[in-house]
Structure formats: structure tokens, C-alpha cells
């Protein structure tokens, strides 16, 4: 079965420390790849993805993530977290379904605490 | 562009009463997506629309939900009778076929007593 896994329930990390949300994926053929953020009480917020070219994509915060297709991850990354960074991070799928199937797959989410 | 709009923001009912979630998505956008979003069971997706029709409506619990897209500009979910279980925040997303990117909604906390 498809599926997204986020291993870590909850990252803890200093304020400017480099963070790492992990995200690794079982789904045949070459997926698109997204991150999502969501802050407390709110929707979820687009932050980047990978559909094809560069392993390394960029997306919004500073945030980026790397493609790394014989692992089958996409971490996502900072160099220097921010006290604002705290929130709950999804990682997302989307197979390469056929026809007009947009369905993703989701993982369940990793919760970031940063600490002044 | 005002983002997807969903309404009400806040809902609180008694068991068995009908519910009415509604969303309006970015203008152009062909896709519709509703999920909920639990503790228990974090993000499902319940239902997606292409062009106003219904592509996959498995994650749908059961019979007492149902959802419509009269047009391209509006969407409901209805739950009813509605039950305690069904107490969540949904969330309805909307994109495009070349995009990818799906944009939420600020959702619906819906709390049946």
C-alpha cells in the first residue's frame, strides 16, 4: 500500500539551531512531493514542493527540502530556527496517477517546538 | 484573491440536529477537497470534486454525510443526523489540475453535543 511516514511526533529544537522535519514515502513511479505547515487554529499553509529538476527545492520562511529518490525522502530543513517556526508540519504525496485523480496522501504530522 | 472561504467558522450543535458545512473556492480553481481533521485520526480526505463532479468519495464515513457542487463556486458538506463522533475541524482545499498545490481554507470546528 501507498503510504507517507513522518517519524518523529515531535521535534524540539533552539532557536537558531538547524532544524530537520523527516519524511520518507513508499509509492511507486516518480511522486510529487509536498510540505505543509499549520499553525495553531489555522488551515493548512503551502511551503514548498518537488515535482521534477532539482533535488534541493525552496520554498517559503527559508524552508527547503531535499529530494532524495533511493532513500525515498523529502526532509524538510532550516538552517536557523525561529521561535515562529513552531507548528505542525505534514508531508504530502501525490502518486502519478492516471487521468484526473489529484488525491494525496498524507502523513500524520510532526509537531515542532522551537525554544527561546 | 480572498483564499478558500468556508463557513461557519465555529459550530456547535446537538446530536441528531442536520449541519451544514460551505465552501467557496479560489476562482478558477477545478478541484474541491474536504477533509476533516482529528486528533485520533489527523487529516482524512472525505471527498474531491473535479469540475463539479464528484472523482472519490471513499473516505465519506457513511450515509449520513453527504456533499454537493452546484457550481464552480460553491460546495457543501452536510452531516446529518449529525453525531458526537463527527466532531472535527473540516477543511475544504481547492487547486487546479497543472498546479498541484492545494490552498486551504481557514475550516469549519464543528463540536456535536
Known amino acids: 500500500a501507498q503510504s507517507v511516514a513522518q517519524p518523529e511526533d515531535q521535534v524540539n529544537v533552539a532557536e537558531g539551531n538547524p532544524l530537520t522535519v523527516k519524511c520518507t514515502y513508499s509509492?511507486?513511479?516518480?511522486?510529487?512531493l509536498f510540505w505543509y505547515v499549520q499553525y495553531p487554529n489555522r488551515g493548512l499553509q503551502f511551503l514548498l514542493k518537488?515535482?521534477?529538476?532539482d533535488n534541493l527545492v525552496k520554498g517559503s520562511y527559508g524552508f527547503e527540502a531535499e529530494f532524495n529518490k533511493s532513500q525515498t525522502s523529502f526532509h524538510l530543513k532550516k538552517p536557523s530556527a525561529l521561535v515562529s517556526d513552531s507548528a505542525l508540519y505534514f508531508c504530502?504525496?501525490?502518486?502519478?496517477?492516471?487521468?484526473?485523480?489529484?488525491?494525496?496522501?498524507w502523513g500524520l504530522g510532526t509537531s515542532l517546538a522551537v525554544n527561546p | 484573491d480572498a483564499g478558500v472561504i468556508q463557513s461557519p467558522r465555529h459550530e456547535v450543535t446537538e446530536m441528531g440536529q442536520e449541519v451544514t458545512l460551505r465552501c467557496k473556492p479560489i476562482s478558477g480553481h477545478d478541484y474541491l477537497f474536504w477533509y476533516r481533521q482529528t486528533m485520533m485520526r489527523g487529516l482524512e480526505l472525505l471527498i474531491y470534486?473535479?469540475?463539479?463532479?464528484?472523482?472519490?468519495d471513499s473516505g465519506m464515513p457513511e450515509d449520513r454525510f453527504s456533499a454537493k457542487m452546484p457550481n464552480a463556486s460553491f460546495s457543501t458538506l452536510k452531516i446529518q443526523p449529525s453525531e458526537p463522533r463527527d466532531s472535527a475541524v473540516y477543511f475544504c482545499?481547492?487547486?487546479?489540475?497543472?498546479?498541484?498545490?492545494?490552498?486551504f481554507g481557514p475550516g469549519t470546528r464543528l463540536l456535536v453535543l
Open positions: 470534486f473535479n469540475n463539479n463532479v464528484p472523482i472519490d
Open positions: 518537488y515535482i521534477t529538476g
Open positions: 509509492v511507486s513511479g516518480n511522486p510529487y
Open positions: 504530502a504525496v501525490r502518486p502519478p496517477w492516471a487521468g484526473n485523480n489529484r488525491k494525496l496522501i
Open positions: 482545499a481547492s487547486t487546479t489540475g497543472t498546479q498541484e498545490t492545494q490552498y
